[in-house]
């Protein structure tokens, strides 16, 4: 069973301080995953996407890495700011299952202005 | 603007009373999906689509069905709704017809209570 992780399970850092969030997994047969962002009332927006081919992407001060062989992604958010605020969830496509997606159990991210 | 649209977005009800959740997209994505998300269980899959009259069970199906006759369209019915169904939904929609090479859009989620 895939089982996948996020630690911390809450962060708080001062306006403007790089962090780094991380995402780990079980089964090393992912075909890609994807972060997301998720505020109050306001459902789920995608961030980045990787595909298992790649090691990274990037969008704008974000940038998500992806190492197959460790079981683990990261996601960098440099210069944080109040608005970076939410809960983050990282979400993979993985062998023998690849109609769903399986989600960690969530980042909640505070930026203190 | 290209979005996933779930309606409504808040609903208390009473047990047994049926209902339905529609969810529409339009981006001529082929592959649809229902999720629903529950404090310290995250989110699961409810049911999928890979196509117009294509479906099949996800993870926690019990209690609800579900219709796609149309692309653009995958209603999530309730038909005898109960306590334990009281959560938070979200369509989801992808280019498709599986996951595993594209991005997964999402609506912005339905906050159903079951008194």
């Known amino acids: 069973k895939q089982e996948v992780t996020q630690i911390p399970a809450a962060l708080s850092v001062p306006e403007g301080e790089n962090l780094v969030l991380n995402c780990s997994f079980t089964d090393s047969a992912i075909y890609n995953l994807q972060w997301f962002r998720q505020d109050p009332g306001k459902g789920l927006t995608s961030l980045l996407l990787i595909q298992s081919s790649q090691r990274e992407q990037t969008s704008g001060r974000l940038n998500a890495s992806l190492d197959k062989s460790s079981g683990r992604s990261t996601l960098y958010i440099a210069a944080s700011q109040p608005g970076d605020s939410a809960t983050y969830l990282c979400?993979?496509?993985?062998?023998?299952?690849?109609?769903?997606?399986?989600f960690g159990t969530g980042t909640l991210l505070a930026v203190q202005p | 603007e290209a979005q996933v649209t779930q309606n409504p977005r808040y609903l208390i009800t009473v047990t047994g009373k049926k209902l339905t959740v529609t969810c529409s997209q339009n981006m001529n994505h082929e592959y649809m999906s229902w999720y629903r998300q529950d404090p310290g269980l995250g989110l699961r899959q409810i049911y999928y689509?890979?196509?117009?009259?294509?479906?099949d069970k996800g993870d926690v199906p019990e209690g609800y069905k579900v219709s796609r006759k149309e692309k653009r369209n995958f209603p999530l019915i309730l038909e005898s709704p109960s306590p334990n169904q009281t959560s938070l939904y979200f369509c989801a929609s992808s280019r498709g017809p599986g996951l595993w090479d594209t991005e997964a859009f999402f609506g912005q989620g339905t906050r159903l209570t079951v008194v």
């Open positions: 689509s890979m196509n117009v009259e294509v479906t």
């Open positions: 979400a993979g496509v993985y062998g023998g299952a690849t109609n769903k997606l399986i």
